[in-house]
């Protein structure tokens, strides 16, 4: 099985800043990476697909990079509504795994 | 609008048995792969499930060992998930999701909100 980390698992932010969330595949997963958000109680959102194609709707300040084995998933200047918990996914082989989650949390 | 409304969640004895259901509507159900992923409590997403458009090729993750089963009605627009053997450890909220395709690679796009499923004596 592939596994997923990602770094950090949690981290303090404020409004305006730029964070960057790594995501680290076991070995390599070509582009078949996926970034998701989710809030308490939600379910997941899909943010970015194959690394870096924004999903539509989902506002410019996300960006991801990246390709085999690591990849990022960067937020520049946090708003308010981006403080919650981002989880990566690869779907280059199955079994389909996630990374354990980055909770992003307000200074 | 697009919506999956997941039911069938509840509170079951361990080795009891259990089938999920996911209504969907407001997209043609019917070209769409689907799939469950689940959730424990306090915990990190774990995929579970995958099946094809006409529910010919279905995926599985490692930890069913032939427990769960994936299916689906594309007459009533509706994904199954039926479980068995349950343990406590499958524990969780139980989210349906949409699957959309972007060249060879594939991302979770709608998602239910979630059913929960509790096993416990």
């Known amino acids: 099985d592939i596994q997923m980390t990602q770094s950090p698992s949690s981290l303090s932010a404020s409004v305006g800043d730029r964070v960057t969330i790594t995501c680290r595949a076991s070995q390599s997963i070509n582009k078949y990476l996926n970034w998701y958000q989710q809030k308490p109680g939600k379910a997941p959102k899909i943010l970015i697909h194959?690394?870096?194609t924004l999903q539509s709707g989902v506002p410019s300040r996300f960006s991801g990079s990246g390709s085999g084995t690591e990849f990022t998933l960067t937020i520049s200047g946090l708003q308010p509504e981006d403080f919650a918990t981002y989880y990566c996914?690869?779907?280059?082989?199955?079994?389909?795994?996630f990374g354990q989650g980055t909770r992003l949390e307000i200074e | 609008e697009v919506r999956l409304v997941e039911s069938g969640g509840d509170l079951v004895q361990p080795g009891g048995s259990l089938r999920l259901s996911c209504a969907v509507s407001?997209?043609?159900?019917?070209?769409?792969?689907m799939g469950w992923v689940r959730q424990a409590p306090g915990k990190g997403l774990e995929w579970v499930a995958n099946?094809?458009?006409?529910?010919?090729?279905?995926r599985y993750a490692d930890f069913i060992k032939g427990r769960f089963t994936i299916s689906r009605d594309n007459a009533k627009n509706s994904l199954y998930l039926q479980m068995s053997s349950l343990r406590a450890e499958d524990t969780a909220i139980y989210y349906c999701?949409?699957?959309?395709?972007?060249?060879?690679?594939?991302?979770?796009?709608?998602w239910g909100q979630g059913t929960l499923v509790t096993v416990s004596s």
């Open positions: 194959v690394a870096s």
């Open positions: 407001g997209f043609t159900f019917s070209s769409y792969w």
């Open positions: 099946i094809k458009e006409d529910g010919s090729d279905n």
């Open positions: 996914q690869q779907t280059y082989s199955s079994p389909i795994t």
């Open positions: 999701a949409s699957i959309d395709w972007y060249g060879s690679s594939w991302f979770f796009d709608s």
